[in-house]
């Protein structure tokens, strides 16, 4: 396995053991968005500000890249599905790990909805995927949520948890699920998980003191870092949003001292 322990470090602060992810893979989703119209600036500012990975889609990789500046590992997105769709909570796989692989990604991910109508597709998506990850010691991150009928809320600890240990059951090296609203509440989620569990930013929020409190809870619990997209890219300062969060993730900065960064 030391393909994928080597590419992991590549998305891995190997000092922390923790990571700050920024997805930018909102394009397919609902168009270029706020903050993500212009991907080089998009990725400079993240990587400015210290993040230890991007995320996007294979079509954008070349418009991300900027051939200056500092590094940050690549991580690919397999699935999509649009907000025009009839079913928006289904994803479809639309790039392979080979691909990604062409492309220079250090890991890939896919998406994963479960209790939609087509979750057992998503279910198989994810089995095959992460027997090509293994045949190619590529790093798989399963962005696991829930949603459907079925689910009354998406952050309930029992859905949550459930969601992060199908991901892990079924072979990602990394979790990527919603905060639950506590401490308490999420270390039923990462005792549950035997891989690295990282958060998910959701919406965007108004206020950034919310944001690090967030995060700040979820690393107490035993989380390995987040997976940040709109509230840091959209943020009127991306850089500096991005280098606070790294401050709580690595260095256990408090919220107090993140909120200063911003001034």
Not at 21 to 46: F, K
Not at 76 to 85: F, Q, R, V, Y
Not at 153 to 163: L, M, P, R, S, T
Not at 225 to 251: C, D, E, T, W
């Amino acid at each position: 396995m030391i393909g994928k322990k080597i590419r992991l470090e590549r998305i891995i602060n190997r000092n922390s053991r923790r990571t700050v992810i920024v997805p930018m893979d909102h394009g397919v989703t609902v168009g270029p968005i706020e903050g993500l119209a212009d991907m080089r600036t998009a990725v400079s500012n993240v990587v400015a500000g210290g993040a230890n990975a991007i995320l996007m889609h294979k079509g954008i990789v070349r418009a991300g890249h900027r051939g200056t500046g500092g590094d940050v590992g690549l991580i690919i997105h397999l699935s999509a599905g649009t907000s025009l769709s009839p079913d928006p909570n289904a994803k479809e796989l639309v790039c392979t790990v080979e691909e990604a692989l062409k492309l220079g990604a250090d890991a890939v991910s896919i998406h994963i909805n479960l209790g939609a109508g087509t979750d057992k597709e998503m279910l198989r998506q994810l089995g095959h995927i992460s027997e090509r990850c293994l045949e190619w010691q590529m790093p798989l991150v399963a962005m696991m949520y829930t949603r459907g009928s079925k689910i009354d809320n998406e952050y309930d600890v029992k859905y949550v948890k459930h969601a992060a240990r199908v991901g892990a059951e079924l072979g990602a090296d990394i979790v990527k699920v919603p905060y639950t609203g506590s401490v308490e509440s999420f270390k039923e989620v990462v005792a549950g998980c035997p891989v690295p569990v990282v958060i998910a930013g959701g919406p965007k929020m108004d206020s950034d003191e919310d944001i690090f409190k967030m995060v700040a809870g979820a690393l107490a619990a035993g989380a390995a870092g987040l997976s940040i997209g709109r509230n840091a890219f959209q943020h009127k300062n991306p850089a500096k949003m991005i280098y606070a969060l790294s401050q709580i993730v690595h260095n256990n900065a408090s919220v107090e001292e993140s909120l200063k960064m911003l001034r």
